[in-house]
């Protein structure tokens, strides 16, 4: 195929966009801006690397969420708050994680999915109700924590990752997903 043939291939499918495929892809741009927007705002602040590379892999997810570009931004996003994030939890930190969470729920609906498709709303609604979970359970957890750490009580590591591990398997039933073999 020529160059000149894939681009004609690629305007085709554009024209073709179906409006779940936008929905989904718009989700990601907002929650890519606000995962990069509020760690720059916070008293914390970020590397100043973060926004040079996010900004690109950013527009790189939107546009191609099936490649490495929405693992790379993630990466960059949650290295950049380890790197200088203080050690108790605000939220800055509770709403980076939540745009972490959506933008990751996104990307992966997208990427199961040609960018011409007609997604019908029953497709939708069964993506939604597990990422509005994910995104409450972030608080959720993070409240929980911060509970925990206060009171000094010991193996509250454990305590955060079994929050995280109920969260997840929370997630898991909500989306439908088995146990066993079909």
């Given at each position: ?70 693992v ?43 960018s ?6 029953r ?60």
């Amino acid at each position: 195929m020529t160059g000149a043939e894939r681009v004609t291939l690629w305007l085709a499918q554009l024209r073709d966009i179906g409006r779940g495929v936008l929905v989904a892809r718009a989700v990601i741009a907002v929650a890519g801006v606000v995962a990069v927007v509020v760690p720059g705002m916070a008293g914390w602040d970020q590397l100043d690397l973060v926004p040079m590379l996010a900004a690109p892999l950013l527009l790189a997810t939107v546009l191609l969420p099936d490649s490495l570009a929405g693992v790379v931004f993630l990466l960059t996003v949650t290295i950049g708050w380890l790197v200088r994030a203080p050690a108790e939890i605000s939220w800055e930190l509770v709403v980076t994680a939540m745009a972490v969470v959506v933008l990751h729920l996104a990307t992966a609906f997208a990427a199961q999915l040609p960018s011409y498709v007609r997604i019908e709303g029953r497709a939708l609604r069964r993506w939604v109700l597990p990422g509005a979970i994910a995104v409450l359970a972030a608080p959720v957890i993070a409240l929980a924590a911060a509970l925990v750490r206060g009171a000094d009580v010991p193996g509250s590591l454990l305590v955060t990752v079994g929050a995280l591990v109920l969260a997840t398997v929370t997630v898991w039933f909500a989306a439908g997903q088995r146990v066993g073999r079909d």
